[in-house]
């Protein structure tokens, strides 16, 4: 898909279910992708995003299976709730200049293993990363509990009593 004219954004669901996208082109201009704009996209490989983007919908990539990495432009400070839900083949995505992160955003991503974390993390759910390949590396756990930079994002266990790290600077929502 290749865009051309005066378009500034792509409306909810717009190319849902198309399994001919093989790669995606955004302009420069484009400020904003609707809800599960590009759900289900199941051969979509390659994604390239403007410096312009401001929004990236709710599950907005949802389910697309052969998406192996996206760089997110600086404009993106937020992850909606379920955008790269099942996309079982990304490998790394940088959430350095990421401020707030959805549930089950990155839900079921088996084989992200490439986190790149900054310290601009305010809001983070416990279930954004659930059953991804971050979420099932047992290197990432620690006393029962998963750190994902300087945030705790998960509990594994029924314990009484955790040791949190003393550089701790948030516990996600939903943890215990």
């Known amino acids: ?38 759900e289900n996209c199941k051969n979509l ?10 929004t990236i919908g ?11 990495n996206i760089v997110l432009p600086a404009t993106i400070t937020s992850i909606s709730a379920e955008t790269f839900a099942c996309c079982h083949s990304l490998e790394c995505i940088d959430l350095s ?5 959805g549930e089950y955003a990155f839900v079921k991503c088996d084989s992200l293993n490439n986190i790149a974390i900054g310290d601009a993390f305010a809001e983070i759910y416990a279930s954004s990363f659930q059953d991804s390949g971050y979420y099932m590396h047992h290197g990432n756990w620690m ?22 790290k003393k550089d701790t600077a948030g516990i996600a929502t939903d943890v215990f």
Request: hydrophobic share 40%.
């Open 45 to 54: 490989e390659i994604v390239v995003l403007p410096q312009s983007l401001k």
């Open 143 to 164: 006393n029962g509990l998963m750190y994902l930079g300087k945030w705790v994002v998960g509990c594994k266990g029924s314990k009484d009593e955790y040791i949190i």
């Open 97 to 101: 200049h990421i401020r707030s992160i």
């Open 58 to 68: 709710r599950g907005t990539f949802m389910h697309c299976e052969k998406l192996k």
């Open 1 to 38: 898909v290749l865009f051309k004219g005066r378009v500034i954004e792509i409306d909810n669901y717009a190319f849902r279910n198309n399994a001919q996208i093989k790669s995606v082109v955004i302009p420069e201009g484009i400020v904003s992708i609707g809800d599960y704009a590009f």
